[in-house]
């Protein structure tokens, strides 16, 4: 029998280890079980990455430093606001984000292009969602950060038509694309389509998966994301960037923060929750 090709093998798996636990040990000790390096920073120990003082971020990086784990990216929530809020304050925030960026030991900022009322037309708030992003991409090249936007649900980039029309303006050395799997299909959006989109773009992949018609967030490769051939058509492309394990499998601490409406999972073993999908994960890679 023909062994199974791997794929996607020089790309560095990293995570969002705050689905492990909300501690910032328990979190570590799983990763160096499962022998994962990288992490994309969005909690611990019960805060959030924003409201991370530069000392409090300091000390973070030693600990995972002493470790062996780095931060893949800054999991910021900088874009996830309505878009009649105060944006003043949110630069304000975004600035913040930076600083720790800097701290971190990394230059990718996840963000978000801002969340709009619903059953509104999104095309009456382009104006407003496009002067907010030059200032925000403005400030990204100023400090020499990357902005890496990532496709949720009910904001202005959810579907890949609107993420197409934000990269066609502002993409560059400072604004990206991350991919969702999961996002797209809960929003209706064939991810095969959307690939085609937004290939040119793509800087960072966000692994989970979900099921047409329900939004069920699925293990990859079991729902409707079309992980496994979107998997094989990067590695044609040459990706070499980070996967970006996201199990949304089981409850944790910070869920409801994430989304408007979030639903409970109804699983509270999150560290095996979170093992099943990096075994999922790995299975799709070979």
């Not at 920073?41 to 990455?49: M, W």
């Not at 409801?256 to 890679?285: H, I, M, N, P, V």
């Amino acid at each position: 029998m023909e062994k199974k090709r791997r794929i996607l093998r020089s790309c560095p798996i990293s995570c969002f280890a705050d689905e492990i636990g909300p501690g910032m040990d328990t979190q570590i000790a799983l990763l160096k079980e499962l022998g994962i390096s990288w992490i994309e920073f969005r909690s611990g120990d019960g805060i959030g990455v924003a409201d991370y003082g530069t000392e409090r971020a300091r000390a973070l990086k030693e600990k995972l430093e002493q470790n062996g784990i780095q931060i893949s990216a800054v999991g910021s929530p900088i874009g996830k606001i309505g878009i009649g809020d105060d944006f003043g304050s949110h630069m304000e925030r975004l600035n913040h984000v930076i600083d720790l960026a800097e701290i971190f030991g990394t230059s990718n900022i996840r963000m978000f292009s801002f969340y709009l009322p619903q059953d509104q037309d999104p095309a009456k708030f382009r104006d407003t969602v496009f002067f907010r992003m030059e200032q925000m991409v403005e400030l990204a090249r100023r400090r020499n950060v990357i902005l890496l936007h990532e496709n949720e649900k009910e904001i202005y980039g959810d579907a890949a038509d609107r993420c197409l029309d934000l990269m066609r303006r502002f993409y560059g050395e400072n604004f990206r694309c991350t991919f969702d799997f999961a996002n797209f299909v809960q929003c209706g959006q064939d991810t095969l389509e959307a690939y085609e989109m937004l290939r040119p773009y793509i800087a960072y992949v966000h692994v989970k998966d979900a099921v047409n018609g329900t939004g069920e967030v699925r293990p990859a490769g079991e729902g409707d994301g079309h992980l496994a051939q979107i998997f094989d058509a990067l590695e044609q492309d040459g990706y070499s960037g980070f996967l970006s394990l996201e199990p949304h499998l089981a409850d944790f601490a910070g869920l409801a923060a994430l989304e408007r409406a979030a639903s409970r999972r109804g699983r509270t073993d999150q560290e095996a929750a979170f093992c099943q999908a990096y075994a999922a994960l790995e299975k799709l890679l070979g």
